[in-house]
């Protein structure tokens, strides 16, 4: 069973372009959640989604980033407008429908490295 | 808010040396805690978790209690490798929500 992919691994942006980055999570999961480490800091959470639905986005910046996982096809998480701010690795995990207790383990991916010029 | 917050890196240690990497947290509920490790160039694994107060989480030689009198969530390894080093994140989940808050992360370095 394959780990969370996520593509591309490094990523070289602009200032005012589009950065789109992707997470196919494990077969199975259903769940699936984006986390950015900035340099020098732990890992944010950003936003939850499940399959069509944006669970919890209250870690996301309110422009310029949205979010999706549509019925088919990875995860998606677009940064519009790219600033050099937005330099940071980014993460995703996922989580299968139902695990043991209130916690449904999350696997990570290894991450994309956004650099912005 | 929730919060964790543990020990600055780099910790250097000599193969076989005893570990510990202080982690303390701040949540408004009953958490569930974590460590994770980061290898070069990977993502997070689970090392380890614990779900109640007093439980000891245990892998691959690593250790951790959960502590609620002191609120924190320490790691222990009594003898390290040279394999060990790695980035280590302390994290804790809300009870019933799945989202995971974490600490700046550690960064191990194991020394023949």
């Known amino acids: 069973n394959a780990g969370v992919m996520q593509n591309p691994r490094h990523l070289v942006r602009r200032r005012g372009q589009e950065a789109r980055l992707r997470c196919s999570p494990m077969k199975g999961h259903s769940h699936v959640y984006w986390y950015r480490q900035l340099p020098e800091e732990g890992l944010k959470f950003m936003v939850y989604l499940q399959k069509e639905n944006i669970i919890d986005e209250s870690g996301m910046p309110k422009e310029r980033f949205s979010a999706e996982f549509p019925k088919e096809g990875p995860s998606i998480l677009r940064i519009q407008q790219v600033v050099r701010g937005d330099s940071a690795a980014y993460f995703c995990?996922?989580?299968?429908?139902?695990?043991?207790?209130?916690?449904?383990?999350?696997?990570f991916g290894p991450g994309t490295r956004l650099t912005v010029l | 808010g929730n919060s964790v917050t543990q020990m600055e890196g780099p910790v250097t240690l000599s193969e076989e040396a005893f570990l510990t990497i202080n982690c303390t947290y701040t949540?408004?509920?009953?958490?569930?805690l974590f460590w994770y490790v980061q290898y070069p160039g990977e993502g997070l694994q689970l090392l380890l978790k614990?779900?109640?107060?007093?439980d000891k989480g245990s892998n691959k030689g690593f250790e951790a209690t959960y502590r609620k009198e002191t609120t924190s969530f320490h790691l222990e390894k009594g003898s390290v490798q040279v394999s060990d080093s790695a980035v280590y994140f302390c994290?804790?989940?809300?009870?019933?929500?799945?989202?995971?808050?974490f600490g700046k992360g550690t960064m191990l370095l194991v020394s023949p």
């Open positions: 614990a779900t109640k107060a007093d």
């Open positions: 995990a996922s989580s299968p429908i139902s695990g043991e207790g209130p916690y449904n383990e999350q696997f």
């Open positions: 949540a408004t509920g009953y958490p569930s």
């Open positions: 994290a804790l989940s809300d009870q019933g929500y799945s989202t995971l808050t």
